[in-house]
């Protein structure tokens, strides 16, 4: 796959993300897709993705993630995005929603096989996040 294919496929890989439209994810991801938040906490497949994320995607109804860069080379993919959303879902780690608007960047690294995304790595300061939402971190 070219660099240029490797990034429309996660170009809409988060398209669909933004639309909320997890059943369609399976579409982008490899059979054995893994999601790692952090180092060392993986999560399996297109459902282990959902369902760390899912949650995180529902306090914030209506959020945009904006890509401000992409960059790649060979089969990895990273991406820069800007978050921005109001925390008036479901609680945010054990917060009831606050009514407030929050706006952090993430970066994540993604690698592509077979043409698909096999491996999502994420980067986000939660504390940011927190501190947005008035909590004391």
Sequence with gaps: MSVRTNKE???R???TI?????GALKDF???DFVFYPQVDTPFL????LVQSEKKNFDAFPGFKMSIKAMLAVGNQVAVY????GN???IPFRGIPAT??????????LLRIEDGKIIEKRSHVDINDILRQLGVDS
Excluded: A, P, W
């Excluded at 009514?99 to 994540?108: A, E, I, T, Y």
């Design 87 to 89: 925390h008036t879902g």
């Design 81 to 84: 995005f800007i978050f921005e």
């Design 45 to 48: 497949g297109v459902d282990g």
């Design 9 to 11: 496929l996660v170009r």
């Design 13 to 15: 890989f988060y398209e």
């Design 99 to 108: 009514g407030k608007d929050v706006r952090f960047s993430l970066m994540m």
């Design 29 to 31: 991801c490899h059979e």
């Design 18 to 22: 933004e639309q909320k439209n997890y």
